[in-house]
């Protein structure tokens, strides 16, 4: 303790370096616990906008009937929750009067929503507003929902309609691809943080080592150098945990920020328990002790000797786990439901496997680059790093090794945000123009929609503003039919002979690898009852929503089941799992690319510890400042040619095995434009860290040339 007490500048600066490294990683690990638990915390507290409970076959004075959809506004999703509500029924949870029929009770940010748009285009949808929903039943204050009075018989009727039993429905959090990729997206964050710990402890084990020797030399025991280094490391690791713990309650607030599905976190929800806060601390001291003494132990048996310490060359057993969780996702991708196993457990497993193994196989792919370019290496700079690359090629690879996972993690994540439908799953041709909008009936319900009752509320509706065309499909118990004239009047690429023609896969015309109209025997659509209206638009915001105002609010329409334009009713097939992953994706880019940084700096300047002696001497007989430049720049840029493009590479087939094996009707699009941005943003922050390591090296050097003149 008098060693670490009254020690040089240095000591303390070191002790800075390694403290500030540790609080880094441990405020990462904070962030993603609090963050899985708010999610969670929101999950629960919204759950009963989705509420469970059984079929309703004929509607009950005396039960709560309830049917729940989605509404769609300007691309915003509302929950839309149609409800019976007798006083002998269960009642709403939190609600004390729930709303009339013909009245609604909206969250606040939709009745902020609603105030702000005129009635036609939103507020006309529900009726009369009675009341707001208290704001800590909502998952977070920019939850969009509303409760809409009915009548038992109205919502019977509904696709959706359920007799409530009670309001206990099932959490988002509970589906279990969602729970997989979370595992999956921690796993793969916590990759940087971990080695930002690492590496910030083996700067403390660089710096001691000469230390070391020399104490070893003048009679110091073995055991007294490994008591040196497990008090230097617990004190610097218990500093840092202290300093992490304290920033993230200090950066709380700032997640908050952090848009989720478009919804905000609560602050209340962002919490961490005190036995976790423990936890997390115990792990970190424990594992920074365990890691100075073993180092201490090593550099202690090298105390007698100045001789240059070099690695064994890397084996090709090193790629052999990373092949393995590599072929084993392609094997869960292709095995699919056949899996003895539940998918998503095979998932994280082999996904598990395939980031460790990437790590592992690091040194071995960096031995071969340095091999590479040592055969063309003919600079002073370039000799010095390819022997360096080619000898110690494990440490080498820590240098880069959080760039390289920073590589592998943006590419996994801007590919994962990609994921949607799979197009081929909607391979039919398109009927529905991307300017119209359309409300679906059943033709087969026990009292069908009345045609003739439509005809004054479509003949006003074609005076609405931005209405270019009402078209009137029908249907019965085999399908949808259109004439040829309003099939003509949709803008159809094909229309087949025919006065009526049927319509395959439904209205939004989602049939896999058919064409959207068939020819029929039909000759007329006289009796049949309508089974859609569609409205085309002049393709503004605004003619879409007051559209879909006016067919939301037609007689005898399902409003749970929503008015859809055909790119709203594909992208409806993602939900919300894909729109979550998607921001969560991008805010982890920027947590790995600046968590990368960090380790390339600090690794750097440990090599430096490490090479001190031999670079002051060489600086000594007359190496420029140039050439210490270039070789820190060439050992940085020579692995990371060579693990980066196989990186980047398995970040994108890793996402494609990821979601298409967790949903076989999903597929992955090119790289998000975040991608090119955040690799951009890594090749500044490496040459940034590049110019500080030089900067800290000439310090260094100077300081062990002056000792050694």
């Given at each position: ?16 370096a ?61 929950s ?19 709303p ?10 939709l ?12 507020g ?45 429905g ?13 595992v ?24 001691r ?6 104490l ?18 617990g ?25 989720v ?9 962002l919490t ?11 792990v ?6 365990f ?16 001789q240059?310490?070099f690695?064994?060359?890397?084996r ?23 899996l ?22 690091g ?10 370019y040592?055969?063309?290496a ?14 110690t ?6 240098s ?9 993690l943006v ?8 994921a ?5 799953s ?10 119209a ?11 069908p ?9 479509l003949?006003a ?21 259109l ?21 395959v896969g ?22 049949l009852p ?27 329409v ?31 880019i920027?947590?790995a ?7 390339l700096?600090?690794a750097?300047?440990?090599a ?6 031999t ?5 000594l007989?007359g190496?420029?400042t ?5 070789l ?9 040619i ?7 590479g ?8 990821l ?5 076989a009707?999903?597929t ?9 941005i ?32």
């Amino acid at each position: 303790m008098r060693l670490l007490t009254f020690g040089s500048r240095g000591i303390w600066g070191r002790l800075a370096a390694i403290a500030a490294g540790v609080a880094a990683g441990v405020l990462v690990v904070l962030m993603l616990i609090a963050g899985a638990g708010a999610m969670e915390a929101r999950d629960l507290r919204g759950a009963w906008l989705h509420p469970s409970g059984t079929a309703v076959s004929a509607p009950s004075a005396d039960e709560t009937v309830v049917a729940t959809g989605t509404d769609i506004f300007q691309g915003h999703r509302i929950s839309r929750m149609d409800a019976s509500v007798p006083d002998s029924g269960i009642p709403l949870p939190g609600i004390s009067a729930p709303p009339a029929p013909g009245d609604y009770l909206a969250s606040p940010a939709l009745v902020e929503l609603i105030t702000a748009t005129p009635a036609d285009r939103l507020g006309d949808r529900y009726g009369t507003f009675a009341g707001e929903i208290p704001a800590e039943l909502l998952p977070s204050p920019d939850t969009l929902a509303v409760i809409v009075g009915a009548t038992p018989e109205s919502v019977a009727v509904m696709r959706s309609a359920l007799a409530v039993t009670p309001f206990d429905g099932q959490t988002f959090g509970g589906n279990e691809n969602y729970q997989a990729l979370a595992v999956v997206g921690a796993i793969a964050l916590l990759m940087p943080a971990f080695l930002l710990v690492s590496v910030a402890t083996s700067l403390g084990a660089a710096a001691r080592s000469e230390r070391n020797q020399t104490l070893r030399t003048i009679g110091a025991s073995g055991r007294f150098l490994v008591r040196t280094a497990a008090a230097e490391a617990g004190l610097s690791a218990a500093i840092g945990a202290a300093v992490g713990i304290a920033l993230f309650f200090i950066t709380r607030p700032l997640l908050t920020l952090l848009r989720v599905a478009g919804e905000r976190l609560t602050l209340e929800d962002l919490t961490v328990d005190i036995g976790t806060l423990v936890l997390v601390t115990l792990v970190v001291i424990v594992g920074s002790v365990f890691a100075a003494t073993w180092s201490a132990r090593r550099s202690g048996a090298q105390a007698t000797t100045t001789q240059a310490v070099f690695e064994r060359a890397p084996r090709f057993w090193r790629v052999v786990p990373f092949l393995v969780g590599l072929l084993a996702l392609i094997g869960v991708r292709v095995a699919g439901s056949a899996l003895p196993i539940p998918a998503t457990i095979a998932v994280i497993a082999c996904f598990a496997v395939l980031a460790v193994g990437l790590v592992i196989a690091g040194p071995y792919i960096t031995y071969l680059t340095g091999r590479v370019y040592a055969a063309t290496a003919t600079s002073g700079a370039g000799v010095l790093a390819s022997r360096r690359i080619v000898r110690t090629p494990a440490a080498v690879f820590r240098s880069v090794a959080g760039l390289v996972a920073a590589t592998f993690l943006v590419s996994l994540f801007a590919t994962a945000v990609t994921a949607r439908a799979d197009a081929d799953s909607f391979g039919s041709d398109v009927l529905l123009p991307s300017d119209a909008v359309a409300v679906e009936f059943n033709p087969a319900a026990e009292h069908p929609v009345d045609e003739a009752v439509l005809v004054d509320v479509l003949a006003a509706a074609r005076q609405a503003p931005g209405v270019r065309d009402v078209i009137v499909a029908h249907g019965n118990v085999d399908g949808t039919f259109l004439t040829s004239d309003e099939a003509a009047r949709l803008g159809a690429a094909a229309i087949p002979d025919g006065p009526v023609l049927s319509v395959v896969g439904g209205i939004f015309s989602l049939a896999p690898d058919t064409a959207a109209l068939m020819s029929t025997d039909l000759t007329h659509v006289t009796g049949l009852p309508v089974a859609a209206v569609i409205i085309r638009t002049d393709g503004t915001p605004a003619a879409i929503e007051r559209v879909r105002t006016i067919l939301l609010t037609l007689p005898d329409v399902d409003p749970s089941a929503g008015a859809w334009t055909r790119g709203e009713f594909v992208s409806n097939a993602d939900t919300n799992l894909a729109i979550q992953f998607a921001e969560i994706g991008r805010f982890a880019i920027v947590i790995a690319t600046l968590l990368a940084a960090s380790v390339l700096v600090m690794a750097t300047i440990a090599a430096l510890y490490d090479r001190r002696r031999t670079l002051a001497l060489l600086r000594l007989i007359g190496m420029p400042t140039t050439t210490l430049r270039g070789l820190i720049t060439r050992e940085t840029l020579v692995p990371l040619i060579g693990v980066t493009a196989i990186a980047a590479g398995t970040g994108y087939l890793t996402a494609w095995l990821l979601i298409t094996s967790l949903s076989a009707d999903r597929t992955v699009g090119w790289p998000d434009p975040l991608m090119p941005i955040a690799l951009i943003a890594t090749a500044v922050m490496a040459a940034f860290a590049i110019w500080i390591a030089s900067f800290a090296g000439r310090r260094l050097l100077r300081r062990e040339q002056v000792r050694y003149e």
